[in-house]
């Protein structure tokens, strides 16, 4: 079935380590986005691509980047210089102006 | 895109009717109102979306004022699994929007009691 996967589901980092969270869509979408999610506490977009090799910082993306070599593909990686990174990460598509689909989530938590 | 008020939770007992309101007073003339819910520590799913008439489907039905400022996500019968946050979003839709980026404020806690 057709639908976007997110990997690692739970994931623990040191203080200092960059870590990327893998999301991958087999729904032909175009654009992609990456949202973090604190508790109790609404999405807030990271960053966004629209088509392959072009993507767009949103509200939050400073300790972040992003790639999009492939359609199928938008990893995100934490670096040290997000300063707070445990959060629950969650990737997104979508075809045009329609529905967005969500992936599980990626749980990530700095010791 | 215009910014939109929920209340911060309800609740709504098993089998009746869950209606959750959502004001979106500066929405503009081509901004849909969309509706996501995201039950505990999973992605946000799709509900239900509408531009000024009301819209019903499989999962709730939609509610849009005359004026557009104001909107009802209904849920007809309300079971446990509707235990989640419901998300009112507006957003430009159609050929010339783009992908923009869907906005997500705190939405509304819907608890479902038995």
């Known amino acids: 079935d057709g639908g976007i996967t997110q990997s690692p589901k739970y994931l623990f980092r040191k203080e200092g380590q960059n870590v990327t969270l893998s999301c991958e869509q087999n729904?032909?979408?175009?654009?992609m986005y990456w949202y973090r999610q604190d508790p109790g506490q609404g999405l807030r977009l990271i960053y966004y691509?629209?088509?392959?090799?072009?993507?767009q910082k949103g509200d939050i993306a400073e300790g972040y980047s992003v790639s999009r070599e492939k359609k199928e593909s938008f990893p995100l990686t934490v670096t040290s210089a997000q300063k707070n990174p445990t959060a629950f990460y969650l990737c997104?598509?979508?075809?045009?102006?329609?529905?967005?689909?969500f992936g599980e989530g990626s749980r990530l938590t700095v010791l | 895109d215009a910014k939109t008020t929920q209340p911060p939770s309800m609740d709504c007992a098993e089998g009746r009717a869950a209606n959750l309101p959502c004001n979106h007073s500066?929405?503009?003339?081509?901004?849909?109102v969309y509706w996501y819910r995201q039950i505990h520590s999973q992605g946000p799913q799709y509900i239900i979306h509408g531009l000024k008439n009301n819209e019903t489907n499989e999962m709730a039905s939609l509610i849009i004022t005359e004026d557009r400022k104001s909107s009802t996500l209904i849920l007809p019968h309300a079971t446990l699994r509707d235990t989640a946050v419901y998300y009112c979003?507006?957003?430009?839709?159609?050929?010339?929007?783009?992908?923009?980026?869907?906005?997500f404020g705190k939405g509304t806690r819907l608890s479902v009691i038995a």
């Open positions: 997104a598509s979508n075809k045009g102006p329609g529905e967005l689909f």
């Open positions: 500066t929405i503009s003339g081509n901004e849909y």
């Open positions: 729904l032909n979408h175009d654009a």
């Open positions: 691509s629209q088509i392959v090799n072009d993507f």
């Open positions: 979003i507006v957003r430009v839709a159609g050929r010339n929007s783009g992908n923009t980026p869907l906005v």
